[in-house]
C-alpha cells in the first residue's frame, strides 16, 4: 500500500510561492474550531462544509457517502461559489476519491486531470489541485471522503491537510447520526419489525438488526437491496415493483402486504411500508421503508 505521505510528493509538483507558516496554519485552525464549536450535531455537516470551504480558499468543497457494492460516491454536502448545489453522484473508477478512499489522505498540488484523465468531472470544472481525505464509519470501514478542490495550484497544502483530517472523525460521525435518527424516527412511528433504509442514487441500503436477522444474514451495517427483494414471494414481486415504481414516479403511497421468507425458509405476511425523501426539485434521493408483521392476523382469516 503506498502510504499518503508517499503518493503526496510522488504525483504533486511544488507550487510556487509562499506558503502560510506554521502559526498562521494553527490560528486559522483555532478560529475554525471556535466557529463550529457552538453547532449542533444535527447542523454540522452543512457547518463545516461551508467553514471548511472559506477556510481552505477551495473552489468546491465536498463531503461524499461511498456505497462499496457499486463503486459510487454521492455527495453529502456540495459547495461551490459558497452555495450549497444539489447533489451528484459519480463512479469511483480512475478518480482521485477512489485513491484517497483506498490508501488515505492524499494531495495533487497541480495537474490532477492530467494525472487522472478517466475522471472527466475534474476537466470540465476545471480542476486543477485536489485534496482528499477518507472518512470511516464505527467500524472502522470507509464510509466516504472529503475533499477540496482549486481552479489553481495549491499553495497551503499543510492548511487544507489540517481542515481534512482535523474534523475527519466528527464528520463520519454526524453522517452516521443522521440516518440512524431517519431510521430509528420512522421505527418509532411504524412499530415495526425492521426497517430499511435504500441510497437510491449509489444503490446501497442499511437494514435494521432485526429485519437482517429475520433474513438470516449475519452481516451488519451496508447491505445489497436484492437480498430483501430476493426474500420477497414470487407471487408478490410484481406488486412489489409495480407499487414501488408508482411511489417513485408518481408519489402514490407504497403500501401493501407481501410474504417474506425469514431465515428458516418459511414465508411470513408482512404490512410493507416506505416513504422516499426528495430535494427540492421532487427527485427521490432516499427511500426509507419498514415491515410489520400480520402474518397472524392473516392466518387466522
Known amino acids: 500500500m503506498i502510504s499518503s505521505t508517499a503518493l503526496a510528493h510522488a ?6 510561492g509562499s506558503s502560510p507558516s506554521s502559526r498562521e496554519i494553527n490560528a486559522q485552525a483555532a478560529a475554525l474550531a471556535l466557529r463550529l464549536a457552538p453547532v449542533a450535531d444535527e447542523d454540522f455537516l ?3 462544509a461551508l467553514a471548511a470551504y472559506e477556510s481552505t480558499g ?12 457499486s463503486n459510487l460516491m454521492r455527495s453529502v454536502r456540495l459547495v461551490r461559489e459558497g452555495r450549497f448545489l444539489e447533489p451528484v453522484t459519480y463512479s469511483l473508477d480512475g478518480t482521485p476519491c477512489a485513491r484517497a478512499a483506498d490508501t488515505g ?10 494525472t487522472f484523465p478517466k475522471d472527466a468531472m475534474l476537466a470540465e470544472l476545471g480542476v486543477e489541485g485536489y485534496a482528499g481525505a477518507p472518512l470511516h464509519a464505527h467500524d472502522g470501514q470507509v464510509l466516504g471522503v472529503v475533499v477540496a478542490m482549486t481552479a489553481s495550484p495549491i499553495e497551503n497544502d499543510g492548511a487544507i491537510r489540517q481542515v481534512l483530517d482535523c474534523y475527519r472523525g466528527r464528520v463520519a460521525a454526524a453522517i452516521e447520526a443522521a440516518e440512524r435518527a431517519e431510521r430509528r424516527d420512522w421505527a418509532i412511528a411504524e412499530a ?10 449509489t444503490g446501497g441500503a442499511v437494514v435494521t438488526d432485526n429485519l437482517q436477522a429475520l433474513l438470516g444474514d449475519s452481516a451488519r451495517g451496508t447491505l445489497d437491496l436484492s437480498k430483501i427483494e430476493a426474500a420477497i414471494h414470487p407471487d408478490d414481486k410484481a406488486r412489489h415493483t409495480t407499487a414501488l415504481h408508482d411511489h417513485l414516479k408518481n408519489n402514490a403511497p407504497y403500501d401493501l402486504r407481501l410474504r417474506l421468507r425469514d431465515a428458516a425458509g418459511a414465508y411470513r405476511w408482512y404490512h410493507s ?12 434521493l432516499r427511500m426509507i421503508g419498514c415491515f410489520s408483521d400480520i402474518h397472524e392476523l392473516i392466518a387466522g382469516r
Not at 105 to 111: E, N, Q, T
Open 11 to 16: 504525483h504533486e509538483p511544488v507550487a510556487s
Open 46 to 48: 452543512s457547518a463545516y
Open 58 to 69: 477551495a473552489d468546491i468543497f465536498m463531503i461524499g457517502r461511498l456505497n462499496p457494492y
Open 105 to 114: 489522505a492524499c494531495i495533487y498540488r497541480s495537474g490532477v486531470a492530467g
Open 192 to 201: 415495526t419489525n425492521g426497517v430499511w433504509d435504500w441510497d437510491l442514487t
Open 273 to 284: 411500508r416506505g416513504k422516499a425523501l426528495r430535494n427540492a426539485g421532487g427527485k427521490p
